[in-house]
């Protein structure tokens, strides 16, 4: 395959095309070149454009996922040849991000994820069922602007609460921000426990970008 243009690279996004975003990939990396610019043009222009499409209404919560989907299978195989990527494009923050111990709902954070990611933001992504002690121990190895905790079910959302609470009994409050999500949580939750809140993908990168400007 020859190198893909960047309208091939960001409709395969658009289209959730997680196959045909991943031969783009592995056709971008063969051929060498800046690949850091043709990612933004192509692959996260992509993703871009789904969120536009999602706040705009002509694109739905499955359209966003699976164009998320093809964003990752992308990004799966153009990082390893960035040599991990962190330090090879310029990063708005740094982000720990993961769904609380617990819960084991991991779609929606992946997508907040994925999104921060193409906006800029380095993204240490723990999964789901994270145990406290783990945000707060990689926030402190990576040196995290942002600490982002997704739950997804009323009995796991005090979990947020003992995260903001640890992340002060770090030593991490003045340099870490804590962002929350998942349906069942509110603005109103998130100021109650000191904590930011994003009630969707899209919203989540408004809210980092700002944290990360305080």
Request: aromatic share 4%.
């Amino acid at each position: 395959m020859s190198r893909p243009d960047d309208s091939e690279m960001m409709q395969a996004v658009l289209d959730g095309d997680a196959a045909r975003s991943r031969a783009l990939a592995e056709a971008l990396v063969a051929d060498g070149g800046d690949l850091v610019a043709a990612v933004e043009r192509g692959f996260v222009a992509g993703i871009r454009r789904a969120g536009d499409l999602f706040e705009e209404g002509d694109y739905f919560l499955p359209e966003l996922v699976q164009s998320a989907e093809a964003m990752k299978a992308a990004m799966a195989v153009v990082t390893p040849a960035l040599g991990g990527g962190a330090g090879s494009r310029t990063t708005k923050g740094r982000v720990v991000i993961g769904t609380v111990q617990g819960d084991v709902h991991d779609i929606g954070k992946t997508l907040v994820a994925t999104m921060l990611q193409a906006h800029g933001f380095e993204v240490h992504d723990l999964g789901a069922d994270v145990p406290v002690a783990d945000f707060v121990a990689r926030a402190r190895a990576v040196a995290a602007d942002i600490v982002a905790a997704s739950a997804l079910l009323t009995t796991t959302m005090p979990a947020q609460r003992e995260l903001v609470g640890a992340v002060a009994a770090a030593g991490l409050a003045s340099s870490v921000k804590v962002m929350v999500g998942g349906s069942p949580t509110t603005t109103a939750w998130a100021q109650s426990i000191g904590a930011a809140h994003a009630e969707n993908a899209m919203r989540a990168v408004a809210v980092a970008e700002s944290l990360v400007r305080r």
